[in-house]
C-alpha cells in the first residue's frame, strides 16, 4: 500500500510539472513567438496528455480520483509509454516529410491509431460522451460514409489514409484548432490564473457587493458583476463559476433565494463573461483569426448586444427577488471599499488596459496577452502581500497549466474532427441539405444553426466550441447571405449558452453542487434567466444596427433597443408569473406570444405586439396587487 501511495505521489507531482512546464510553454510562445512549428503543435496537443495521465484525476484535472488501483496505475502508465512512442513517430516523420517524401507503412498506420485511441479515450474521460460521440460519428462516415445513398455520399477513405492525414500532418489532430489555441487563448487562461491566486477576484467581489447593495437580492447581482468582470478574460466558463461561485452563491442563497436560483445566477454571470468585451473569454482573438474581421470592430460589434444579456439577466434576478419579497441589504452589511480595495483593483483594470491598447497599436493578441500577464503578475506581487510566495506563484501557474491541458486535449480531439470534415467534404453537403430543407426561409435556417450550435458545444469549453461550431457549420452560414461579423457572432452566442443548455449545461452542473440543488433544475432555471441570449442572436440578424458598425442607423438602433426591452420584459415576466405582482396563465401566454412577435422585422407585426404588451401591462398596473415584502437575511 505505501508503495502505491509512492507511486501516486510521485505522479501527481510529475503532473504538476508538467503543467508548470506547458504554462510555461504557452508564455514564451505568446512573448516570443513560434520557434519549431512541429515541436510546437506536438507539445501544445502533447503535454497536456501527459498532465491528464500522471494526474490519476476525475473529469476534471484538479480534483484527484480516489481509490486508484494497480489495474489503473498499471493502465496509465502504458498509456504514458504510448504517448511518448506515438508523438515521437509523429514529430520524426513530420519532420522528415519536410525534406523528403517518405513511404507510409504499416508501423505507421498502427502508431496513429493507437494516437487516435488516445485522443478519444482523454476526450471522453474530461468531457463526456457528447464530444466523444462526435468523434465516434466523424470517424465511422470518414470510413463508412462511401456507402450512404445521396446527398451524404463520401469518397471512399481508408483507414491508413485517415492515420496519415489526421495524424501525421498539420490537417488533423495537430491542425489549426491546436495551432491557434495554443497560441493565443492559453496566455489568457494563465492571466485568469494569476488574477484568481493573487487574490484581484476577490477584490472584484468586493467591489461588485459595494455596488449592489442598494438593489433588491444585491448579493445575486455582485454575482452578475462579479463573473461578467472576471469571466471576460477566462476561456472557460466552468472555471469562472467554480473559482467566483464558492463566494456568491452562499450569499446568494443567505438572500433568500433558493438554491437552484443561486446556482443558476452564478452559472449564468459566468457563462455570458464569454460575450463580454474587450477579451470575450479570449475568443474574439480567435473570431479575428478565422474571419480576418479586425479585433476592434469584433469588440464595438459585440458591446450592445452583452450590455443586452446583462441588463437581461439583472432585470430577472431583480424581478425574482420581488416575487420573493427580498429587500436591499442594510446599509451597515454592505461592504466599504477603502483606499487599498482602489488601488487593489489596478491589478485587472490596468493588465486589461494594456491588453486593449496593445491591441489597437496593432500589435499580436498573444503578445496582448503576454504583457497584460506580466503586468497583472507585477501589479499582484505589489499590492498582495499573501502572493509574494514562491511557491502561491507556483501554485498559480499549475493551475493554470492543468486548465490549459483539459482545453487543450479537445482542442486536439476537435482537430481530428476538422480533418474528417475537410476529407469528406461533409461541411459542404451539410449546407446544402439544409438550404434544401429550409429553402430561402432565413428564420428556418437560422432555427437549425442555432440547434447546432448548441449541441456541438455542449461539454465544450468556449474558445474549442466556437471553433468546431464554425468549421462544421461555416459553409451553412456562408450560404445564408448575411453579414460575417453577424452570423460567427450568433454562432458564439449559441456556443456560449450551451454552457448552461440541458441536457449537458456543464456550467450549470459545476454551480448544482456548490449551492446545493439538483443540476438539471438548475440548467433549467439558467435558461430562464438566460432567456435573452436566445433571443439576442437573433436581434443582431435581423436589427443589424445593434453592431453598429454594419447597416446602422440611428433609428434602427433605438428601434432595436425598444424591441428588445419589450421582448424580454414580456417574456421575462411571463416566465416567472411576477411582474408588478403575480400573473395569471392568460396574462401569462399573451405576454409571450407578443414578446416573440416583437422581434419580427416586419414593422406592423412588431408595432401590434409592442402595443398588446404595453396594454398588458397597463391592464395589469390598474388591477394587480404589490408583493408581500420581507427584509434580507443577514
Request: with cysteine; aromatic share 12%.
Amino acid at each position: 500500500m505505501e508503495v502505491k501511495l509512492r507511486i501516486l505521489s510521485l505522479s501527481r507531482w510529475l503532473s504538476d510539472a508538467t503543467a508548470l512546464f506547458l504554462a510555461g510553454l504557452a508564455t514564451y510562445i505568446a512573448g516570443f513567438g513560434v520557434f519549431d512549428d512541429t515541436l510546437v503543435l506536438a507539445g501544445t496537443a502533447g503535454i497536456p496528455m501527459v498532465v491528464s495521465v500522471l494526474a490519476f484525476s476525475g473529469q476534471r484535472l484538479e480534483d484527484l480520483r480516489d481509490g486508484v488501483g494497480w489495474g489503473s496505475i498499471l493502465f496509465n502508465y502504458l498509456m504514458l509509454v504510448s504517448l511518448a512512442v506515438v508523438f515521437y513517430f509523429m514529430i520524426t516523420r513530420v519532420q522528415q516529410n519536410l525534406d523528403v517524401f517518405i513511404e507510409f507503412t504499416t508501423t505507421d498506420f498502427i502508431i496513429g491509431c493507437v494516437g487516435f485511441a488516445l485522443v478519444f479515450y482523454l476526450t471522453l474521460k474530461h468531457f463526456g460522451l457528447p464530444i466523444f460521440l462526435v468523434l465516434v460519428v466523424a470517424a465511422a462516415y470518414a470510413l463508412l460514409g462511401h456507402h450512404l445513398p445521396g446527398a451524404f455520399n463520401s469518397p471512399e477513405i481508408t483507414w491508413s489514409s485517415i492515420s496519415e492525414k489526421l495524424w501525421y500532418s498539420t490537417d488533423g489532430v495537430f491542425g489549426r484548432p491546436v495551432a491557434v489555441v495554443g497560441q493565443i487563448v492559453l496566455v489568457y487562461i494563465l492571466f485568469g490564473a494569476v488574477l484568481e491566486a493573487s487574490g484581484a477576484g476577490a477584490t472584484l467581489l468586493k467591489f461588485a457587493f459595494a455596488a449592489t447593495g442598494r438593489l433588491r437580492g444585491g448579493p445575486a447581482h455582485a454575482a452578475i458583476v462579479g463573473s461578467a468582470t472576471f469571466g471576460t478574460i477566462n476561456g472557460a466558463a466552468v472555471a469562472n463559476v467554480v473559482s467566483t461561485g464558492v463566494f456568491t452563491i452562499p450569499l446568494i442563497k443567505r438572500t433568500g433565494f433558493s438554491p437552484r436560483f443561486a446556482g443558476a445566477v452564478e452559472a449564468t454571470a459566468s457563462t455570458g463573461g464569454q460575450i463580454m468585451p474587450p477579451v470575450m473569454g479570449a475568443v474574439a482573438f480567435l473570431m479575428a483569426d478565422v474571419t480576418g474581421i479586425p479585433y476592434i470592430q469584433i469588440i464595438v460589434a459585440a458591446a450592445i448586444p452583452a450590455i443586452f444579456y446583462y441588463v437581461s439577466l439583472f432585470s430577472v434576478v431583480w424581478l425574482e427577488a420581488r416575487k420573493q419579497g427580498i429587500e436591499p441589504v442594510p446599509v451597515d452589511e454592505r461592504p466599504k471599499l477603502e483606499l487599498m480595495d482602489w488601488l487593489r483593483s489596478s491589478s485587472f483594470f490596468v493588465p486589461l488596459g494594456v491588453i486593449v491598447f496593445l491591441l489597437l497599436d496593432g500589435r499580436t493578441a498573444q503578445q496582448a496577452g503576454f504583457w497584460g500577464m506580466v503586468t497583472a503578475l507585477i501589479l499582484s506581487l505589489v499590492l498582495y502581500r499573501d502572493f509574494r510566495s514562491p511557491r502561491k506563484i507556483v501554485k498559480a501557474f499549475i493551475r493554470g497549466g492543468k486548465t490549459s491541458a483539459s482545453i487543450m486535449i479537445v482542442v486536439a480531439a476537435i482537430g481530428f474532427v476538422v480533418g474528417a470534415i475537410n476529407m469528406t467534404g461533409i461541411g459542404i453537403k451539410f449546407a446544402a441539405v439544409i438550404s434544401d430543407l429550409a429553402g430561402d426561409n432565413l428564420f428556418l435556417s437560422l432555427i437549425v444553426v442555432m440547434l447546432g450550435c448548441l449541441i456541438l458545444g455542449m461539454g465544450v469549453p468556449t474558445g474549442a466550441a466556437y471553433l468546431i461550431i464554425v468549421l462544421i457549420i461555416g459553409p451553412v452560414l456562408g450560404e445564408l447571405g448575411l453579414s460575417l461579423l453577424a452570423v460567427h457572432l450568433f454562432v458564439i452566442y449559441y456556443g456560449v449558452l450551451s454552457a448552461i443548455t440541458p441536457p449537458v449545461a456543464i456550467a450549470a452542473f459545476a454551480a448544482a453542487p456548490i449551492a446545493g440543488a439538483e443540476p438539471i433544475e438548475t440548467g433549467f432555471a439558467s435558461i430562464r434567466l438566460a432567456i435573452a441570449g436566445f433571443l439576442i442572436p437573433f436581434i443582431m440578424i435581423y436589427h443589424p444596427s445593434v453592431l453598429i458598425l454594419e447597416n446602422f442607423s440611428w433609428v434602427g438602433l433605438l428601434w432595436a433597443i425598444a424591441v428588445f426591452l419589450a421582448s424580454t420584459a414580456a417574456i421575462s415576466t411571463s416566465l416567472g408569473a411576477f411582474s408588478l405582482g403575480r400573473i395569471g396563465f392568460y396574462q401569462r401566454s399573451i405576454r409571450m406570444v407578443a414578446g416573440l412577435s416583437v422581434l419580427v422585422p416586419d414593422a406592423m407585426v412588431a408595432g401590434v405586439s409592442a402595443a398588446v404588451i404595453l396594454a398588458s401591462f397597463l391592464v395589469e398596473r390598474m388591477t394587480g396587487a404589490a408583493p408581500v415584502v420581507r427584509r434580507a437575511k443577514a
